[in-house]
Nanobody, 122 residues
Framework: QVQLVESGGGLVQAGGSQRLSCVASGSIFHINAMDWYRQAPGKQRELVAA???????TYADSVKGRFTISGDKVKNVVYLQMNSLKPEDSAVYYC????????????????WGQGTQVTVSE
């Protein structure tokens, strides 16, 4: 019903930058939230940045000042600009959206992208 296509990611040297993109398509009536999560080997998935919250954009403490999330609910797209990357930023990054699907009233559902690997070398 709702598909997420992520792009970006790959290998980058420490101090470098990358931009991740996520486009949502399908039976979307309304987008409540668009976020980026990441999961490193042996660690739990963690929220990196969230757009469209009641407080605006929010960030994990570890990425504040380095990462910027932006999005467009009309175009159903969310970006994550990552600057000053560190080796500890290496992880699989996942796009997450919470949407109201067409024909399902006001019920919200969560959808995840397939994940994109970001590797930051020393």
């Amino acid at each position: 019903q709702v598909q997420l296509v992520e792009s970006g990611g790959g290998l980058v040297q420490a101090g470098g930058s990358q931009r991740l993109s996520c486009v949502a398509s399908g039976s979307i009536f309304h987008i409540n939230a668009m976020d980026w999560y990441r999961q490193a080997p042996g660690k739990q998935r963690e929220l990196v940045a969230a757009a469209f919250t009641a407080w605006g954009t929010t960030y994990a403490d570890s990425v504040k000042g380095r990462f910027t999330i932006s999005g467009d609910k009309v175009k159903n797209v969310v970006y994550l600009q990552m600057n000053s990357l560190k080796p500890e930023d290496s992880a699989v990054y996942y796009c997450h959206v919470q949407v109201i699907v067409l024909g399902e009233g006001s019920h919200s559902r969560d959808f995840w992208g397939q994940g994109t690997q970001v590797t930051v070398s020393e």
